[in-house]
T-cell receptor, first 117, second 114 residues
Framework: GAVVSQHPSWVICKSGTSVKIECRSL??????MFWYRQFPKQSLMLMAT?????????EQGVEKDKFLINHASLTLSTLTVTSAHPEDSSFYIC?????????????FGDGTRLSIL | AQSVSQHNHHVILSEAASLELGCNYS??????LFWYVQYPGQHLQLLLK??????LVKGIKGFEAEFIKSKFSFNLRKPSVQWSDTAEYFC????????????FGAGTRLAVHP
């Protein structure tokens, strides 16, 4: 089955640090990847849609300069949290959608827990 | 704006009990509906989906869901749960044809006791 690998799974860093999270589709190509954020006991909130070779589309209220997304290839998208602060601490999840016509399901990574001290 | 409401945040059942998890959505147009499951320590997996046709949808592992358009609901059911069904269940919706943006509910954590 389709596998999405997310790295790292857990990161702890000091306030002011920039943190990069990788999302890779291991056995399929994905023109579209998605980045979600999940707060404790809350639902996944879509942050942005990442399209290979073009700029990401950010949801309302998400700072594009704060959460930099790069989708340089059909198998890799990265999310960089720039100058992270404690309020950025959260669980970040990526998903990827296979190429193809019509409906293709989103395959999810295991998530990255980000803790900013 | 679209939204999804899951009524139960935490459900505890004994094995062989029947399960029904509620999901209501708010959207005026045609929707696609999904249930995802997240087993402990694992990633989200698609359980079942509804696009059109028969409103009773069967998914993996004996789960089914019924789309009731008049009630804006898409409840998940299983006649007899097993310990291995212990997981968190998320209902999600997107606008029909808009395969990108999934709107998730807050999730229901199911614990099944042997």
């Amino acid at each position: 089955g389709a596998v999405v690998s997310q790295h790292p799974s857990w990161v702890i860093c000091k306030s002011g640090t920039s943190v990069k999270i990788e999302c890779r589709s291991l056995d399929f190509q994905a023109t579209t990847m998605f980045w979600y954020r999940q707060f404790p006991k809350q639902s996944l909130m879509l942050m942005a849609t990442s399209n290979e070779g073009s700029k990401a589309t950010y949801e309302q209220g998400v700072e594009k300069d704060k959460f930099l997304i790069n989708h340089a290839s059909l198998t890799l998208s990265t999310l960089t949290v720039t100058s992270a602060h404690p309020e950025d601490s959260s669980f970040y999840i990526c998903s990827a959608r296979d190429l193809g016509q019509g409906y293709q399901p989103q395959h999810f990574g295991d998530g990255t827990r980000l803790s900013i001290l | 704006a679209q939204s999804v409401s899951q009524h139960n945040h935490h459900v505890i059942l004994s094995e062989a009990a029947s399960l029904e998890l509620g999901c209501n959505y708010s959207y005026g147009g045609t929707v696609n509906l999904f249930w995802y499951v997240q087993y402990p320590g694992q990633h989200l997996q698609l359980l079942l989906k509804y696009f059109s046709g028969d409103p009773l949808v069967k998914g993996i592992k004996g789960f089914e869901a019924e789309f009731i358009k008049s009630k804006f609901s898409f409840n998940l059911r299983k006649p007899s749960v097993q310990w291995s069904d212990t997981a968190e269940y998320f209902c999600a919706v997107n606008a029909a044809g808009g395969y990108n943006k999934l709107i998730f509910g807050a999730g229901t954590r199911l614990a099944v006791h042997p």
